[in-house]
């Protein structure tokens, strides 16, 4: 089987320079970006948000001299607008006034359909999604099935947003919590080509999304480019992780498409087990114990992405990804994900200006 392709889309928030708040900046970062990076950068739910989005590669160090000259562009441009990016899935500090929508005819839509589903003051969230590809949406959903019990594990690894409301919420991922509050978010239902398009036309028809790109599913076929895209992840700061992440994406979803191809039987895990995985994911991250969904059994959260690295480690070896993705996971278990880091980082002086700056130090570092 061919080598798949992987593609990063990366959400950032903008934050003032002196208060370390969110600030509705993006449209003059936007446009200075994309004198460089053209549609590569774009417009998020409000406008304190900026999303890069990378081009599909096989390579790992591709891919990583491109999420940082992507960040470095981003990063230059904010600092005309005396702001900066960070790469986190809440915002430390909350905004010092409420958000604003971004000024377009869908997102106008959306904040008034879905006003109940999110908050101007803690509603603004930033994910990594990654795609995997190319596959034609028959085999996506067929791949997203195959990918559900492991994806906790992938949460666990990428979470990194601990703080809201200028408090530590007690999760690793808070982005999880509040991002539920959305239709459709969650593990994908097990469907073929014709049940997807019937469930997403009847989701439409019924008003629970208003359009197909509002689907939010932990797995989805993308709507706009031939992948498989996963969307469990909290925008990380170090690049080095996102690379991992994509690594593992890339390794887990190669071996499970040859177990595809070979026709064989696909796990079959109750949904209520996958959502509590999910839930001790978001609440513990790597600190803690996870649930096995396979067996429905606690386990040390460590020990569930050493299965999901094992799991795909025949496809990082014929990639040449082994090395790497052992290096920065070894890296990530001794110091922490994203969250345990934030933690720290606060620890030192009790200011979560200090996150905010570690954040932004991180982001911008090649």
């Known amino acids: 089987m061919k080598i798949l392709t992987m593609g990063v889309e990366e959400e950032f928030v903008l934050v003032d320079r002196a208060t370390r708040a969110p600030v509705g900046r993006a449209p003059r970062v936007i446009e200075l970006s994309a004198e460089v990076l053209g549609g590569q950068v774009q417009k998020e739910f409000f406008n304190a948000q900026v999303e890069t989005t990378t081009q599909p590669t096989a390579s790992c160090r591709d891919l990583r001299d491109e999420l940082v000259w992507l960040r470095s562009v981003i990063t230059d441009a904010a600092r005309t607008e005396n702001c900066l990016p960070v790469a986190s899935g809440t915002s430390v500090v909350p905004p010092e006034s409420p958000l604003t929508v971004t000024d377009t005819d869908r997102y106008r839509r959306m904040a008034r359909r879905f006003a109940t589903r999110f908050s101007p003051v803690d509603g603004l969230l930033c994910g990594c999604h990654i ?17 559900a019990p492991w994806l906790p594990a992938l949460q666990a690894l990428s979470t ?8 530590d919420t007690g999760f690793d991922s808070w982005r999880s919590v509040e991002y539920a509050r959305w239709p459709t978010v969650g593990p994908a239902p097990a469907l073929d080509e014709p049940g997807y398009l019937a469930h997403v036309a009847e989701l439409v028809r019924s008003g629970t999304v208003m359009d197909p790109h509002m689907l939010y599913w932990h797995a989805r076929p993308s709507d706009h480019v031939p992948t498989l895209e996963i969307r469990v992840a909290d925008a990380n700061a170090d690049v080095e992780t996102v690379v991992m992440l994509a690594a593992l994406v890339r390794g887990l979803g190669t071996v499970l498409l040859r177990e595809e191809a070979d026709r064989r039987p696909a796990p079959r895990v109750p949904l209520r087990r996958l959502l509590l995985a999910h839930e ?19 386990r040390p959260s ?33 110091h922490g994900a994203g969250a345990a880091v934030q933690r720290v980082a606060f620890r030192r002086h009790g200011r979560l200006a200090d996150v905010v700056d570690a954040l932004a130090r991180l982001t911008a570092r090649v």
Not at 283 to 291: A, D, E, K, N, P
């Open 280 to 298: 001790m994911a978001a609440r513990h991250g790597l600190s803690g114990y996870g649930i096995d969904p396979f067996t429905g059994r606690e």
């Open 302 to 334: 460590a020990e569930l992405v050493d299965r999901l690295v094992h799991r795909a480690l025949p496809a990082l070896d014929d990639a040449g990804d082994t090395a790497r993705v052992l290096r920065q996971w070894h890296h990530v278990r001794t």
């Open 131 to 147: 795609h995997v590809g190319t596959l034609d949406r028959e085999l996506a959903l067929a791949l997203s099935r195959r990918m």
């Open 160 to 167: 990194n947003s601990p703080f809201a409301r200028r408090r």
